[in-house]
């Protein structure tokens, strides 16, 4: 089976400071990897996903992030931290199964604070 | 075009009451899964649709709750004589056959069990 580690339910940056959240997985087998974004009262927003093509992936709003096989990493970054970003920020996990699409195990989630 | 959306928003309810929360995926989306979002428990996935197949079910929590899709497009999920550990943010999500079957989710239904 497979998981998700977030590493810091909440961290905090300035404005203008790098993000980096980080998130680690367990996978017997090579996985896909999502990371989304709920802003307070919505659903979730895919930011950017993993799917064995290219290691280092860009997604919207400037974020990035780099598939690390050797460190079962999957760490979110983005250069300068903008007051918008403040959200919740979900790693999640699917198993590269090749058959059915089995749900998202997701991580516990990182509170992104912006301090002006 | 129109993303997944979700009714009610909000379903307050007493305990041991049923309730019917639904759910409209992305038109020609074969894919449809319900996750349960709580405080205690983080994001859990309860159960997956695909197409004709049989659904996956290894996520519910308990007999008292229960999905079906019609017609592979609207799914209602059901929860029988509700508990207060059941109140949650419910959320719907459709995907496509593409490569890394991408979820679109849905606003979500709050409920809240008294």
């Known amino acids: 089976a497979q998981s998700v580690t977030q590493l810091g339910s909440h961290v905090s940056v300035s404005e203008g400071a790098l993000v980096l959240l980080r998130c680690n997985y367990s996978?017997?087998?090579?996985?896909?990897l999502f990371w989304y974004v709920q802003y307070p009262n919505q659903g979730l927003q895919l930011l950017l996903k993993?799917?064995?093509?290219?290691?280092l992936v860009k997604g919207i709003n400037g974020f990035e992030a780099e598939f690390k096989k050797s460190e079962t990493s999957f760490h979110l970054t983005k250069p300068s931290a903008h007051m918008s970003d403040a959200a919740e920020y979900f790693c999640?996990?699917?198993?590269?199964?090749?058959?059915?699409?089995?749900?998202?195990?997701f991580g516990k989630g990182t509170h992104l604070i912006i301090q002006p | 075009g129109a993303g997944v959306s979700q009714s009610p928003s909000n379903k307050v309810t007493e305990k041991g009451k049923d309730v019917e929360l639904r759910c409209d995926p992305i038109?020609?989306?074969?894919?449809l899964y319900w996750y349960r979002q709580s405080l205690g428990q983080g994001l859990e996935f309860l159960i997956y649709?695909?197409?004709?197949?049989?659904?996956?079910k290894s996520g519910l929590p308990s007999d008292r709750f229960s999905a079906e899709r019609t017609g592979g497009s609207v799914s209602t999920l059901t929860i029988q004589r509700t508990q207060q550990e059941d109140s949650a943010v419910y959320l719907c999500?459709?995907?496509?056959?593409?490569?890394?079957?991408?979820?679109?989710f849905g606003p979500g239904t709050r409920l809240t069990v008294t």
């Open positions: 996978s017997s087998v090579p996985p896909y």
């Open positions: 993993y799917t064995s093509a290219a290691t």
């Open positions: 038109s020609g989306h074969t894919a």
């Open positions: 649709f695909q197409g004709n197949s049989a659904p996956d």
């Open positions: 999500a459709s995907s496509n056959r593409d490569r890394g079957r991408e979820q679109y």
């Open positions: 999640a996990v699917r198993v590269n199964s090749g058959g059915g699409a089995d749900g998202l195990t």
